[in-house]
């Protein structure tokens, strides 16, 4: 899963990144202007662009819409993901099953950019972030990297102040007290401690460790690092 897009119950709060008069979008939106950068960069240099967006999907894009619709001719989409997807614009996106932490994935080839939106939190430890994250440079001329910040006070999947502060066995004991952000409550401890040990957030030093190669860029809200960029533009 990537990117908290999953089909909700009807119970959960409405998918904001759906929303783009919503808070969440907006700070996408402003995000996808990094991105939109390096894709101009790319067309300038070659007049073609080809992405490979590691656990993401084709509504992920839908922040770019204008530009993406713009360039279409010029763009193609390639998305590597645990569940299967359709497009709706199979010209454009090409959808793949598979682990975006496989050593072997894509072997030989390289895109003009490789792109992750808040997905190296959730892909499992350590190792399996280094994993993706030599992936994400081995494939890439180019790339950009998107995770929150885990100093960042207020916790976006859980959508509670400090939760990734807590220790997990209590955060277990809430989710089954409450709905939490884009989860259900939980009647099990044991599947509800599971699941949050299953999101990780990084620091900026983290970042930094498993990029050495990019520029390290802060999404600031009110003076504190909101989200974290890993650039190699």
Excluded at 33 to 62: P, V
Excluded at 203 to 219: G, S
Aim: glycine share 6%.
């Amino acid at each position: 899963m990537a990117d908290a897009e999953r089909a909700a119950p009807s119970d959960l709060p409405r998918d904001p990144y759906r929303d783009s008069k919503s808070l969440e979008f907006g700070f996408r939106a402003k995000r996808f202007l990094e991105i939109r950068k390096i894709i101009e960069t790319i067309l300038s240099e070659q007049g073609h662009a080809e992405i490979l967006d590691l656990g993401g999907s084709e509504q992920y894009w839908a922040v770019g819409r204008d530009f993406v619709e713009a360039h279409r001719h010029q763009l193609h989409f390639t998305i590597i993901n645990l569940e299967p997807q359709e497009s709706s614009l199979p010209s454009l996106f090409d959808f793949n099953v598979g682990d975006a932490c496989d050593p072997a994935l894509f072997a030989g080839r390289r895109f003009d950019l490789v792109h992750s939106n808040s997905v190296i939190e959730h892909v499992g430890d350590q190792a399996q972030m280094l994993r993706f994250a030599n992936n994400t440079r081995r494939l890439g001329t180019r790339y950009y990297m998107q995770t929150p910040d885990f100093w960042f006070p207020y916790e976006p999947h859980f959508r509670f102040p400090g939760f990734q502060w807590l220790p997990a066995s209590m955060r277990a004991t809430l989710m089954t007290r409450m709905r939490l952000g884009f989860f259900p409550r939980e009647t099990n401890w044991h599947h509800a401690k599971e699941l949050v040990e299953s999101i990780r957030l990084l620091t900026t030093a983290q970042v930094a460790q498993l990029f050495p190669d990019a520029v390290i860029k802060r999404e600031r809200v009110l003076g504190m690092s909101k989200s974290i960029m890993a650039i190699k533009a």
